[in-house]
């Protein structure tokens, strides 16, 4: 029987790109989705028209936080992976709408907790993000530094539904993978995203705003990177052997549960990012230089040696290559 794979968020971002590379590797696909309009619906509907063309692709439009709607979708499509995309994304709408942010990232994540409970599911994935390494100094992150320092509400929120997720793995051995996502860009990226908000307003001819004056830096990773990374993941399922460990491995000890960074390790300046815009683009940008917000990280890289002992995980893209993939396609769609 084909592997059947369940994927919340399936419109969104990586959720398209996830859902894509399972049903390319002609495996069984179902997505689910709220269509939310936290950005442009219209990019979730041509993502989804996309998925809609394979035959092994379902979908569902529903709500995590609505136990119901989610319970009966599992139960009847019967997966053994869940790949747990779907959340509120976004530090900045965290300071503004805290709420939905609990009731999609804590509720949410928890219904998914209990169905791969009940349902048994064979391995569990789910998204967390490089910022809930908030205030931390250590470069690298690694996956055993400690995490106790968020600094925005959004990466408060996934770091609880990591803690969630260890309880329910430890008190019903529930087979779980958390992905710390490091600034995931490309193709069909997400519109409320820095490279996106300036590319559209380089075009325009319109100011861009830099916070902490562009003493700003990320570890950017292109989404095949990442696809590449979670299909590689799936079939490697966290099991408590004792003595069988990675070096620096986060596996729990109690549990069948293990934290991994998914990122490009390299740290690109801010200000470097919007230097490789504005030459493919062949426009310079008008910048408006600004103080650091709030919730913001200053910096972000990523160990990712954990991922890739364990699956040879190897991020390929370089950051001027995936910019100019992602402009293409930006000129193209926006045309
Ligand atoms: N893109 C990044 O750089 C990045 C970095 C770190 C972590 N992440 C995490 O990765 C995951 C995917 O992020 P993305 O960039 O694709 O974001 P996205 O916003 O493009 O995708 C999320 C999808 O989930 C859906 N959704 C939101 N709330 C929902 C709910 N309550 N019920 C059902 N569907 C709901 C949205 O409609 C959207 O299509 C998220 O968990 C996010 O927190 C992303």
Redesign the pocket.
Do not use: C, P, W
């Given at each position: 029987m084909k592997t059947k794979i369940f994927i919340?968020?399936?419109?969104?971002?990586?959720?398209?790109h996830v859902a894509k590379k399972y049903l390319d590797k002609g495996l069984k696909v179902h997505g689910?989705?709220?269509?939310?309009n936290?950005?442009d619906v219209n990019l979730?509907r041509s993502r989804l028209k996309i998925l809609n063309k394979y035959k092994n692709f379902s979908f569902t439009k529903?709500?995590?936080?609505n136990y119901k709607i989610l319970s009966k979708t599992v139960s009847k499509f019967k997966p053994s992976i869940i790949i747990?995309?779907?959340?509120?994304?976004?530090v900045r709408y965290s300071i503004e709408n805290p709420k939905v942010y609990l009731?999609?990232?804590i509720i949410?994540s928890y219904h998914i907790l209990e169905i791969a409970k009940k349902m048994k599911i064979k391995h569990l994935i789910m998204?967390?993000?490089?910022?809930i390494y908030g205030a931390n100094k250590r470069f690298p992150f690694r996956e055993i530094d400690r995490t106790d320092h968020q600094i925005s509400f959004?990466a408060a929120t996934?770091k609880s539904s990591e803690s969630l997720a260890h309880s329910y793995s430890n008190l019903w051995n529930l087979p779980i993978t958390i992905l710390?996502?490091?600034?995931?860009?490309g193709p069909w990226?997400?519109p409320d995203?820095a490279y996106f908000k300036f590319t559209k307003n380089i075009l325009r001819g319109k100011k861009i705003e830099i916070f902490n004056k562009g003493k700003m830096y990320r570890d950017y990773?292109y989404i095949d990177d990442i696809t590449d990374g979670v299909y590689k993941l799936s079939s490697k399922i966290p099991k408590i052997k004792k003595n069988k460990r990675f070096k620096n491995d986060s596996l729990s000890h109690v549990a069948p549960i293990r934290i991994l960074n998914i990122g490009n390790t390299k740290r690109i300046n801010l200000l470097d990012f919007i230097y490789t815009l504005e030459k493919i683009l062949g426009k310079k940008a008008k910048k408006k230089f600004m103080p650091m917000q709030k919730g913001d990280v200053q910096s972000t890289l990523s160990d990712t040696s954990l991922l890739r002992r364990i699956t040879g995980y190897n991020p390929k893209t370089k950051y001027q290559e995936g910019i100019k993939k992602f402009l293409n396609w930006y000129l193209n769609y926006y045309n």
């Open positions: 919340t968020g399936s419109s969104g971002f990586i959720g398209f689910l989705d709220s269509m939310n936290y950005y979730k529903g709500n995590i936080t747990h995309l779907a959340a509120q994304a976004g009731e999609s990232n949410g998204a967390s993000s490089s910022s959004y996934k710390r996502f490091f600034t995931v860009y990226g997400r995203m990773t």
